[in-house]
């Protein structure tokens, strides 16, 4: 095995790790969070019952794109050079779920959110910050390149469309939103779908922006690489 592998193997097991002491702690959260008063502010866990305070968790698109990250490390910890075609999508959805959650946290809704406490600073720093920069990082680094095209693309946005359907759905029966700027109660719907659009301009970039680099970056499949130094 050669340095560059075991170093990825490396890299990506942390990735794992991390996502996996993060979300317990999570939990944890939400199970000292109380159940009452009842409560439908946006982006709390507070109000409701355990399992539903466990599945605001879930609801979270920072939660689903940080457990892909995590699904995902793990199986590049085992085998860096993965690839196969439903292995492609997952990779690409992933690596577009958890850059969109770094910038929009980054840009939009790190003014208004204040973690308190070790636990909250704790997974907010991982989930927002860590596992976004390292993902992308590992990317550049270890790849696996080339595995994006436009059918890849394709399959990699309906996640984040169905996040969004369900949000907006669930949200309507509940009056409860993972976070502000989709909260239809204080905003109206006009309101909310720009600020989906926005959101879904953000993708399109991200995904450009990984097209490109994937087809401009050296491959790291050993049989591509030699092909093009041939």
Known sequence: MSNRSAYAK???ATIAVLVVLSFLVQLWIAYRASATPRGHAAGTLAGTSLGGRILRVLSFFTIQSNI???VVSAQLARDPQRDGPA???LRSTTLLGITVTGVVYGTVLAKVHEPSGW???????VFHYIVPIMMVLGWLLFGPRRRICPATIGWS????????VYTLIRGASTDW?????????THGYAR???NSVGVLVVF???????????????PTDPVLAAAEIS
Request: proline letters at 8%; zero cysteines.
């Open 177 to 185: 939103y993972p976070y502000p700027f989709l909260d239809v109660i």
């Open 10 to 12: 490396v890299w990506h």
């Open 87 to 89: 292995w492609r999508a």
């Open 204 to 218: 399109f970039l991200v995904t450009t922006v990984f097209w490109l680099g994937d087809r401009a970056l050296p």
């Open 192 to 194: 909310v779908s720009i």
């Open 157 to 164: 946005l309906l996640w984040p469309l169905a996040w969004l």
């Open 68 to 70: 892909l990250s995590a």
């Open 119 to 125: 636990q909250q600073v704790f997974t907010n720093t």
